[in-house]
């Protein structure tokens, strides 16, 4: 709303003879509406544009400055730093409520604590009491994923118009909720974003991504992190919301390709996860029903639902709500080229291959029941449709806020009562030898607020179900009972996952929203012992003491307490090799995660470039080719969209730079995909037996597969005969000569699914999973699978380590 609004009403005034005092009136309430927006200032006015017009973009130092100004004029907004990103940004939550709200933020935010916790009720009328006062705590984020910048410039003008306008059904959303507003939760990458989009404005490069990764280390898993909490981005965020401000709703926003639907929003697409109540899943589905009618109504076409995105996997920013009792939104709406519009043609509507859910964005279902004609496509139009279901959570969350309270303290109630199917608590045993691993997996937990208490006493489990056998923990065990506010989450993290079988009607793996299984003890090598039940376990209940912090286990734990959260273990490597981990211009993730595990174990390396390799500048022991195609590594980017510094990759003299290199007694350590690019030009006796089998012969999208390890192999140092490792639509290789290449490792003759889903698995039974081979004077060592997959797979990282050393 805008005072141009009113004016424009005037001409419609009717009586001749009322219009003098008509026109008194409203130039009295002009003279007030300019003096409150006076106060509050316009985005326009202090970018000096409108946010989410044609190629403009806000960088991050004017996101902020525009929030920093909103939270001096406006009683009704207030900044708030909550941690620092990657690259020292200031991380910014801007808080839009009622002035009074605003006043009282520690009131409620100590009400959506309590509501979190039902043990800290007292009862029926403190809760009644709690549910009376209390308001929804709403999070709105945008543009975790850099390149769908639209969210980040649209929450600006959301901002500005919670707090500049004053109708009843602002103000009703600003009496009952209190949003937490993030305008970006990866500041870094707005910042990558607006200079490259700047920059290469006007020019073949206009509206193409940068030729980096968007998130220092994660790239776009910067929202695949949730659960393991490796960036600061997500520790900050986690700790926000699970261990101070419990938001009822939070909603995510993003953009998807550009010749699809034009939004997808809630309800989600099967398989939901069994870990997720119900009552989640249709909330979550109710609100984004609301949002598709207010689309509809205002107009906008090419809206879908139940497509696409699951609710299987658990760590994405909507995700993780689900494990804590709170209603988790994603939406994507189409994306044009950056801030440059599109213009989309039916022939590239025509073009799209169809989702789960919606075959074609031109055909309309129940689901999708006005299809986009095509035609122009802009920013303003992306924007309008988050502004318009960003405004519909808000009502929905003021207008049922008895309910949202309600129904998130019982979630957190029920989680509280024993049930028969589940075990009684999972057991970290003690007396494992990588007290690192064990310490990491405790500080995951008790940062996302989970319990963990330390056993002071001996205690004795039955560790299968229906049993009544009990045996002796070790003294010095960490124990996390599963009934506890987040049971969901204890159970989703420690539990095996078992992936429905979805296939199409040819047999064919319907493939997921993402990885299939994540069990994280597995993932990061800590042994667990599930206890179904516990002896006395109310007369042992005070020998068990709750960790307050994570210090108190590293002591139990012999090792050395930390300043910082999630510190850095030292470097585990004996020897001094000088390392090259290659780094091309496509911003690999896989490159960005291999650097993140030797940044986090303090092991020095020096990025390869596209043009060291071309000039055959290859100095090092050894160098890392982390898991991408032959395409991304010898092609790289076209020369065609990018500037010549940034296209063609390493080219064909670079792979024979990278022979020559190993030839002269170099060490050449190659990820998953990227294997296959040397196996074939390095003319490796060794084949992918998966390589061209269909996908109902063969799937695993992300799963945790077991291997049998040499252990005699110096490359298998600190790893048992038995390890966990991540498998993500990866290789199994047979040697064709065992002279020349040796078998470290294999993937289970049998059973060697441990989480998630794997369709065919005879065909990799006790093939290699990592194999050493001899080429000229040097040696080639090749992960068929990924080995620090998403800086999760602690597991498996010792073979990296050892392949590493000189
Ligand atoms: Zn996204």
Not at 135 to 148: F, L, P, Q
Not at 303 to 308: D, I, L, Q, Y
Not at 728 to 751: C, G, P
Not at 773 to 791: D, T
């Amino acid at each position: 709303m805008s005072t141009s609004v009113r004016i424009r009403k005037l001409p419609q005034m009717e009586s001749l003879g009322n219009i003098y005092a008509t026109l008194r009136l409203c130039i009295l309430f002009l003279l007030v509406t300019i003096s409150v927006a006076a106060q509050v200032p316009t985005p326009n006015s202090v970018l000096g544009f409108h946010p989410t017009d044609d190629k403009t973009i806000a960088d991050w130092k004017q996101i902020t400055d525009y929030f920093t100004k909103l939270d001096k004029a406006s009683p009704k907004v207030l900044v708030k730093e909550i941690g620092k990103s990657t690259l020292g940004k200031p991380l910014i939550v801007a808080f839009i409520s009622s002035a009074e709200n605003i006043k009282n933020l520690e009131k409620y935010r100590r009400i959506s604590a309590r509501l979190a916790d039902p043990r800290t009720i007292n009862g029926d009328a403190e809760l009644t009491n709690l549910l009376g006062n209390g308001k929804t705590i709403v999070s709105i984020s945008c543009s975790i994923h850099s390149t769908e910048i639209v969210a980040s410039q649209m929450s600006m003008n959301l901002a500005y118009e919670l707090a500049s306008t004053t109708d009843a059904g602002t103000k009703e959303i600003l009496d009952d909720t209190i949003l937490l507003l993030i305008p970006s939760s990866n500041p870094d990458g707005v910042q990558i974003v607006a200079d490259w989009y700047r920059k290469t404005l006007g020019t073949k490069s206009e509206g193409a991504s940068p030729p980096e990764l968007y998130h220092h280390y994660a790239g776009h898993d910067d929202n695949r992190d949730w659960f393991m909490l490796n960036l600061k981005e997500t520790q900050a965020i986690t700790k926000f919301f699970w261990k101070e401000w419990f938001p009822q709703i939070v909603y995510d926003v993003h953009q998807q390709g550009t010749n699809a639907s034009r939004f997808i929003i809630p309800p989600f697409f099967d398989p939901p996860n069994p870990r997720v109540s119900p009552l989640i899943l249709r909330q979550v589905g109710l609100i984004g029903y609301k949002m598709a009618a207010d689309l509809q109504a205002a107009g906008i076409s090419g809206v879908a639902t139940n497509s696409t995105y699951d609710t299987w996997w658990h760590g994405g920013f909507r995700s993780a709500p689900y494990f804590h009792n709170s209603i988790g939104i994603l939406s994507e709406a189409a994306s044009a080229n950056l801030m440059t519009p599109i213009n989309v043609t039916v022939d590239d509507l025509k073009r799209n291959r169809g989702v789960r859910g919606l075959p074609s964005p031109l055909e309309t279902a129940t689901n999708y029941p006005e299809a986009w004609p095509g035609g122009l496509w802009r920013p303003a139009d992306i924007a309008k449709i988050e502004m318009t279901s960003s405004r519909s959570l808000l009502e929905m969350a003021a207008k049922f806020r008895p309910d949202y309270l309600r129904n998130f303290y019982e979630l957190g109630r029920a989680n509280l009562s024993p049930t028969k199917s589940d075990p009684q608590a999972f057991i970290v045993t003690a007396g494992q030898p990588n007290a690192e691993n064990v310490s990491r997996l405790l500080e995951i937990l008790i940062w996302q607020g989970i319990e963990v208490h330390q056993m002071t006493h001996e205690l004795e489990i039955a560790d299968e179900k229906h049993k009544a056998d009990f045996h002796e923990v070790p003294l010095g065990s960490f124990l996390v009972f599963v009934n506890q506010p987040q049971k969901n989450n204890v159970l989703s993290l420690f539990e095996k996952q078992v992936y429905p079988n979805r296939v199409n009607a040819n047999g064919e793996a319907e493939v997921p929203y993402d990885v299939a299984g994540w069990t994280l003890p597995l993932q990061v090598g800590v042994e667990t012992v599930t206890a179904w039940s516990i002896k006395d376990l109310d007369k042992q209940a005070a020998s068990l003491k709750k960790l307050e912090n994570i210090n108190q286990a590293r002591l139990q734990l012999n090792l050395e307490p930390t300043k910082e959260p999630f510190a850095k273990p030292s470097n585990p490597l004996r020897t001094n090799p000088r390392i090259g981990l290659y780094k091309g211009s496509t911003g690999s993730m896989d490159e960005g995660w291999t650097r993140f595990v030797l940044d986090t174990f303090q092991i020095p390396f020096a990025s390869i470039s596209d043009a060291d390799m071309r000039t055959g500048k290859l100095d090092y022991d050894s160098i890392i080719l982390p898991a991408d195609g032959e395409n991304t590594i010898v092609k790289g980017l076209s020369a065609d969209r990018y500037p010549a510094e940034f296209a063609g990759g390493i080219g064909d003299v670079g792979v024979e730079n990278l022979k020559k290199y190993v030839e002269n007694g170099g060490r050449l350590i190659c990820f998953d995909d990227s294997c296959a690019m040397v196996i074939k030009n390095f003319g490796l006796p060794i084949k992918n037996v998966l390589d061209g089998l269909k996908r109902n012969e063969f799937y695993n999208p992300g799963s945790i597969v077991k291997l049998h390890v040499d252990t005699k192999d110096p490359l298998t140092k600190g790893i048992g005969e038995e390890t966990a490792a991540y498998f993500i639509t990866s290789a199994a290789f047979e040697i064709t000569d065992n002279a020349k290449v040796r078998s470290i490792a294999e993937y289970a003759s049998k059973d060697a699914l441990l989480s998630g889903w794997m369709l065919g698995e005879k065909y990799l039974n006790g093939k290699t999973a990592l194999a050493e081979a001899q080429y000229g004077k040097g040696k080639v060592v090749l992960f068929a699978f990924r080995p620090q997959h998403r800086g999760q797979s602690w597991a498996t990282f010792p073979l990296i380590f050892n392949a590493l050393e000189k």
